[in-house]
């Protein structure tokens, strides 16, 4: 869906103006994006495959739910929808928890520049995975992975082309706040 999005200065603040989420790509301007990364207090991790149309990184494996926050729209506000239209899981805002935010800004093609100012939540999954129901249009798969191996592959990049590429640093900030937290 081609939604709106707000448009942020460099360091991360609403400049005022609004576009086109597709306009915001093709011009590589800053907007703001969740991402919520979901455990379990066992320490395990959910992640998603990406759906294979999707237009960055189709079937890699990613945080357990992201997407853009529309324009005008509360962050955790964004972040409770998306849960709900990715997984089908009804979350409250007490239930996020936020982390961090993080800059990320990727050169797709010559006319798909990804700038995002990703807003890290946390959040503990209660019930089991059969319990999710996956958005067939942006998710292929889901997964409960212990976290040590999710740690294995992402911090150590040793299954580079299965994640999507947020970077060691990323994944090293996730991976340390879930390990504190099981």
Known sequence: MDERVDILNEQGKPTGESCLKSEAHRKGLLHPTVHIWLYTTDGRV?????GKNKATHPLLWDVSVA??????EEI??????EVEEEIGLTILESDLEPLDTYKAIHKISEDFIDAELHHIFLCKLDVPLNQLTKQES?????ALVPLFKFAEETWGLASVGKYVPHGPTYYKTIIKAIKSRT
């Open 138 to 142: 942006e998710v292929e798969d889901l």
């Open 76 to 81: 955790v506000s964004a972040a409770i929808r």
């Open 46 to 50: 959910l992640i998603q495959k990406r």
């Open 67 to 72: 997407g853009h926050v529309a324009a005008g």
